[in-house]
């Protein structure tokens, strides 16, 4: 608050020398010298002292209570005058309001309202100074010192221990008095300080952390410091805890662990921050430095850097806290013991590591890890990890072991561990021979993480004063032995197994050793059968030889090994091993035999290793008799040694490592299933049929191949006798017949495949062949039929057998003929033509490439000619026989006498000779036969010129007869003929054959017939062939199923077309047409296909077949004809060639073809889909597209009746509109309404008695558009101008509107959608529409059919509703619902109470006007980019501006009514705003309301059309600059109009007139009904001052922070509580906020209650009702006048006599002095 004027003349000297300040430094801290100290000054004279002045200034209570008798020493020092003394002086009711606390002494309790030294308030300092000041009361507990107050100057105002100092200073004869509103109670405990300090929260917790209550401790911990006297306790605050947890985490988690020995080392460092018998004020650290002993012993230095104090490099952050036994200052940082350190001990209690401590201390290892001399990395473990081991199972000894186990020395951080690396831990086991269990390290590089043990590193290196601790996830238990090791390794289990097998007492027990162990894997890679050989009892020796080659002495650690190093071992047999690592540390054995994949898995005796192969001894050799051995083929085995005497040499092959050999090996159940087993010589040949030289894989055998056995047969040139290997689609290989069902079991010596069937050597070639009767049972029957069996059986022949396939695909006709009895000598030198004779037998293999030709069986000089082509294959041989036949499968059929192949056709000799008569007899088609010799055409058959003859079936002919058709007629059957030897493989689809038929409307040419091939199916005419290309020797015969009558003319040919239906129907109903293509000649017709018309638009198609288009169908189709030529597909001219047509001969009539290889284009409109559509006057081709002439126009008319719209047709010929659809100068878009949607207009019209021409004219022009506009060419919100044009508009024509898709609906008109679009005529387009359209109505109206109801109710308010109805040619910006709610509560409440209230709709129609432009419609493709100004209001000029950017349009007000901008608050602010109390701003309310300059609005809708203009809906209502929101206004409209009346009568209206610059708390008008009853007892004095508590001084800042004060005009204090919520400082007097709205030079803010004791107020408070109020009432009545400050000026001496009747006059009757607040940002 300002200081009075006078007040400050008076004793500015006075203050400045009763103060004392440390010119040397600026000091939060000030000490005060007593009046008497004063040797120059001011001589004040005055009679009363304290103890009076406190009676006479209306302290009774206060000098009731001294003058009570417990405190005559009291008494007696504020009577004399010796000295001066200040009296904190409560009022009368504050020491009403107060009682005693318990424990407090009366007589202290006074003392501490008494201080040395006078202390005047208000002091003159510009910023906040706090001081110390000593009282009267002095305590044993600070060692005989005085207790302090603490002075605090902060914004003009003083406070003493926080409560401000509610009246100015009062001289007396020895002291001064300052009036204060509570009684100051003496500094409590210090060991109060940590729980009511929340800043300290974190230390009160480690204080109750060491209770010593609870604690061991009891006598030397903290707690028990804060109740010792004489205490400097430095406090530190939660920031430094936070701090120091940041800066050393594994510390604190460490001394708050709760373990006893953290809890020791809390306590030393609590202590740390205890000083004993020593109160340490910062007035004292002012003075000098000083050092200080804490209760721990640490040193403590107390240091000053300008106005900071420290403490051991501490900042004191809160100083000089009081209490009864000392001092508490408050720091920033933890002080800590200098010897304080960390070891692995500790760290581990830290770690929460409890269990592995507990282990520790259990086992005596407790000095490994407290020690500083030896550094350990300790692999730790959690309880977590404990909980999930058995370790609680184990005894003290065990757990010693396991605890060395996690132990290595020396320090080993997280980095230097490598994938693999193995180290030595503390532990030693004698199973090593005394050496260091290892651990090892694995890495995995994809998740970043370490292994040790496979147990992982979760917290790495936590680096401590003896060593680092890795924390992992589970506990390293020890390993077993190389038994169990081996045992646990899944991919281990055949190398246990085997071992277990042969060697029952384990060779993985013995100390010291190393294994590598071969994986499943590298066991399941060696041959099975040498497994199942090392399993049998045979093998065992081997098998255990084999396993000790893997056991070798001395463990080896790969991970121990260097790159490039090699050393031997020795194995448990006592061979030799060598084990490599190479540069990239991959480990081998032997060179390279075999991989390490897994290295250095630990066991308790040793290290084992998995390897990837199974090393095999030195001297092993798998042999034959081993492989069978193995796999178990006992039959074999022994029938080999049954023969040894008849065939020696066998059985020494499978032990022979001289020779390799192939063994094909029936199985046991093989041989079981052999009816009669052969004996001797036999029995010897049958195996050696199993044996082949060398070595013959599986892979070595391909599809066809023959393998030569060790079996010789005479009857075969004494050749060997064949295997046949063939190979199926499920991957199985035969050998003949028998299938390998085990495969490549290899050995030193050879290779074994197991079969399913004993080998049998084959029989003859003929019971070879009559083993198949499906085959070839049509060649053997014939053998037997003509008895040449015997000459077949000689031995050593080649036999090309056909099979029965072959015989069948003779002609049939031949086969008939060699089947006749008569033929058989010919029949039989047939078959010896089959048989060949040579040198050798010709297997596939053995016929040579090229041609060659052999001898056959017929006569010496009939041979055969092969031919083998050089891309044969053993499976497909490519060989032919006389050119004809094709060697096919089944080949080299084997055969004790020979070998024969399949040929797929049979070998016929040159001497059958059958012309076309024969040909028919075969083929049974004698009817034709019969018919054409009838028909005297006869000769043809028997001729030498070649014919093709399409023969019908004597069926056929039957059907033919029966239908009435005349075969024999020439017509008919030359039409069967086509010159030449034509056989189907040489025809193509669609291929004409001239026939012998010729006729005079084809201009003489030949009927052609046309072939289509469809599949397989050949169509030759109506009829298909059934049996084609039977050869002849004069020609070919095709059986078909019909006969083929000649084709009919066009018009019938046409109709016969499935896809020419249309066409059809417009050719049968257009009757010129039709009579000419059915009776005049050489026409080509090119007629559409239906699929043509689809491709019309439908509307065109529509019109063409309705019955109204017959002249414009003759005019199209005749275009389609062309004259005077016939024009086959094939006989189309390459390029472009021009045809006159049945419309005319001119350019315009003709039609141009287009052709381009096998593309055929007639114009540039349709292609050829089907051609040659035979007629007997011409030939019809369907094309892809309808051709329209030149001459054809497809208006909007025709367009309309094609698309049905004969509604709005018939309508437009109504209304005389007719000239507009058929008008091809102009082009117009319609949107046209269906049927259906004019069915009720039409209806509508019929009842009207007034509906006229005119009416129905302007409603079709509003659906007529000028131009061309397809949907591509629409946007949404286009504004499309129809022909219908208002006089409302000025002339102007009425816009539809397009608005964008919704749905499946791309587009809409006006809201309705266009259901059909882009309907194209040759004058424009139709888009059709399922409802009629309506032109737009009033602005009014269409404001209330937008659902701006606010508007509309504003407007009516206004009485604007017929301007808006009636004015044309108008534009409104619209302001939305939203916009309005967004004014705020006072705005819009205000212009809510227009319908009443006369002043309000005057506002109210004043910003309804502004929204409006007259006398232009602006629509929004009008408003030009940048700004364009709008005048609202021709008289006063008012404007708006309009933007257009980048297509977004915003509108700008030039004035305003309120604000929630900061910002401009403080515009109207006439200093800054004041500091915010707290660093956080939060907003008052969610009210929105418009900025006070220059209103911005976005269109949010643009172009709502009608009648009389346009209008534009805003987001934001504007304001013209006359607009103003006055105070007054704003009450109004916040409901407060009870507030205004109380306000009248208290006569201060004027206040709300003229507000400058305040703000208002306004209680709605039901708040102040609920205190009306008290409100009426009031005087005027009291109304006037409750109303101006609800009057701030100043504008309120936006948002209200928490704390914030605010100043009424009455010196009351509001202080904030929350953004909506306040109360009267120092009561429980508040009010709940409901809005903030900024008005004309004030904040205006609702309210629930009033500010009135018993008001309904919701609290908030914390003192009492006395304040600054009820000290003024002690003052008044007359101003200070501005002649009294100059006289007083006048002379010094005159000064000190006027300045004491002055102060005297001022404290009887000063007034209460309104003061604006001001507060610096």
Known sequence: MKCNTVYIVLFFTFIYLCLTVDSGASSTTIRLSSLDSLENGININTNSTLLEALVTDGFTKLAAVVNDGCCSGLVKLLQQLSSNHTVFAPTNAAISGTPLPMGTKLYELLQYHVTPGSVLTPPVFKSSVELLVPTELVLSTLNHRAQMVKLTLRGGNTYVNGHRIIAPSDLAANGVINGIGVVLLPPQSMELFPDRNPSVSLLCAALRAVSLRDSPYCGTGPEDALTKTAITFLAPNNEAFVGFWDAHPLWAQYLLSGNPMAGADLINVLLCHFVENDVLYTPDIK??????????GTMLEFTRSGTSFFVNGAEIITADNLASNGVVHVINKILMPPDFSLDLLKALVALDCTQFVRIITETNLTAYFTQEQTNYTVFAFDDVAYSRSPLSNYTVPQLRQVILYHMVQGQLPSSLFSDGSILDSELLLVTLDGGSQKLKVTLD???????????????????????????????????PLLDTVVTEQPSLSSFEGLLTLVSPEQPLKTDNISVFAPSDSAFDALPSTLISYFRSTAGHPDLLGLLLYHLATNPVYIGELSFNSQISLTTLDQQPLILSIDAFGNAVLNNGQANITTQDILGANGAAHIISQVLLPPGFEFTLDKVLAGLGLTTFSSLLKNVSSIDPGLAAMLTNITANHTLFVPSNAAFARLPVLPTGKQ???????????????????????????????PTLFNGPQQLKVSTGSNANILINTAKIIQSDEYAINGVVQVIDQVLQPPPSLLTVLNSDKNDFSTFTNAINITGIARQLS???????????????????????YLL????????????????????????????????????????????????????????????????????????????????????????????????????????????????????????????????????????????????????????????????????TNSLTTGELLPTLLSLYNLQGRSQPLKILIVGSRYQIGSANITKANNVASNGVVHLIDGVIEPPPPIAVAIAAVPSLKNATFAINSTAALNTTLMYQGNFTAFVPADSAFAALAPPLTAYLLNQESVADRLLIFSYHVVVNDVLYWAEIPEGNSTHPTLAGSSAQDSLTIYRRDSTVNVTDRATILQSDVLASNGVVHTISGVLLPSAFQFTLDKLALGLNLTSFRSLVAQANLTSILTDTNSAYTIFAPTNYALSTFI???????????????????????????????????????????????????????????????????????????????????????????????????????????????????????????????????????????????????????????????????????????PSKTWYSADIP???????????????????????????????????????????????????????????????????????????????????????????????????????????????????????????????????????????????????????????????????????????????????????????????????????????????TLTSANPALMSVVFGAENVLIAGGGGDGGGDGS???????????????????????????????CVLGGMVFALWRRFRKPEYHVLVLDE
């Open 683 to 713: 029995l010897a040949d049958l195996l050696r049929y199993h044996f082949t030289n060398g070595w013959t894989r599986t892979t070595d055998l391909t599809n066809g191949s023959l393998l030569s056995s060790l079996l010789i047969v």
């Open 445 to 479: 590089a994809t998740e970043n993480k370490i292994f040790v043990n496979r147990q992982q590193i979760i917290n790495p290196d936590t680096y401590v004063s003896n060593g680092i601790i890795q924390l992992i996830n589970g506990v390293l238990l020890l390993p």
């Open 794 to 816: 000689r031995g050593n022949l080649t036999l090309f057998a056909p099979s029965n396939a072959a015989f069948d695909s003779l002609e049939p006709a031949l086969l008939q």
């Open 820 to 983: 006749l009895p008569s033929a058989r000598s010919d029949l039989a030198d047939f078959l010896l033509y089959h048989a060949a004779t040579a040198n050798r037998i010709l297997y596939t293999s053995s016929i040579p490439v090229g041609k060659s030709s052999v001898s056959t069986l017929i006569k010496p000089n009939e041979q055969l000619t092969l031919e083998k082509a050089n891309t044969a294959s053993l499976a497909s041989p490519n060989i032919t026989v006389n050119g004809i036949a094709r060697v096919v499968s089944p080949i080299n059929m084997l055969a004790s006498d020979g070998v024969a192949h399949t040929i797929d056709r049979v070998l016929v000799p040159p001497s059958f000779d059958f012309d076309l008569r024969r040909t028919l007899i075969g083929l049974n088609a004698t009817s034709i036969l019969d018919a054409i010799t009838s028909g005297g055409l006869g000769h043809l058959l028997t001729g030498k010129f070649p014919y093709t003859l399409f023969a019908p079936t004597n069926a056929a002919v039957a059907k033919a007869l029966a239908k009435g058709i005349n075969v024999t007629a020439s017509n008919l059957l030359y039409y069967h003929f086509v010159s030449g030897a034509v056989q």
């Open 1243 to 1413: 209806k509508k019209r019929a009842q009207s008695k007034v509906a006229d021409d005119q009416d129905l004219a302007e409603f079709l022009k509003y659906h007529i558009v000028p131009g061309r506009f397809q949907t591509s060419n629409l946007a949404a919100g286009m504004l499309l101008p129809t022909l219908l044009r208002l006089p409302s508009l000025q002339g102007d024509a009425q816009r539809v509107k397009i608005t964008d898709s919704v749905g499946s609906v791309k587009y809409f008109v006006n809201n309705v959608p266009i259901a059909l679009a882009n309907q194209v005529g040759f004058n424009g387009f139709i888009h059709v529409i399922n409802q009629t359209l309506t032109a737009p109505p009033s602005l009014y109206d269409v404001a209330l059919n937008h659902t701006l109801s606010t508007l509309t109710k504003y407007i009516n308010y206004a009485n604007m509703s017929e301007i808006l109805r009636q004015v044309p040619h108008t534009t409104v910006f619209a302001p939305t619902n939203a916009a309005f709610d967004g004014l705020g509560t006072a705005l819009k409440g205000y212009l809510a109470t227009a319908a009443g209230n006369p002043n309000a709709s005057q506002v109210l129609a004043q910003v309804l006007d502004y929204h409006v432009v």
């Open 1425 to 1631: 980019a940048g700004d364009t100004r709008l005048v609202t209001n021709t008289d006063t000029k008012e404007a708006i501006t309009v933007t257009n950017k980048n297509g977004v349009l915003t509108v700008t007000g030039d004035g305003g009514g309120a604000t929630n901008s900061r910002n401009n608050i403080r515009q109207q602010q006439q200093q800054p705003p004041p500091p915010l109390p707290l660093p956080h701003t939060t907003l008052l309310s969610p009210h929105t309301i418009p900025p006070l300059k220059r209103t911005v609005a976005t269109v949010t809708e643009r172009d709502n059309l009608a009648a009389n203009g346009v209008l534009h809906e805003i987001n934001n209502v504007l304001f013209p600059t006359s607009f103003i929101f006055t105070t007054e206004m704003a009450v109004e409209g916040l409901d407060g109009t009870t507030f205004l009346e109380y306000l009248s009568k208290a006569g201060m209206m004027n206040i709300v007139r003229d507000p400058r610059n305040h703000s208002f708390i306004v209680p709605s008008n039901a708040a102040f009904a609920r205190v009306a009853a008290h409100i009426s007892k009031l005087s005027t004095d009291d109304l006037e001052d409750l109303l101006l508590t609800h009057i701030v001084n100043g504008l309120i800042p936006l948002p209200l922070v928490k704390k914030m004060e605010l100043p009424t005009l009455n010196d009351k204090i509001l202080v904030v509580d929350s953004p909506d919520h306040l109360h009267v400082l120092d009561t429980n007097i508040g009010t």
């Open 1665 to 1695: 009702n006395d304040g600054p109020d009820d000290m003024d009432k002690k003052f008044g009545g007359l101003e200070l006048k501005w002649w009294i400050v100059i006289g007083v000026a006048g002379s010094s001496v005159l000064a």
């Open 287 to 296: 003075e000098r430095d000083i050092n200080a002993t804490s209760m721990s």
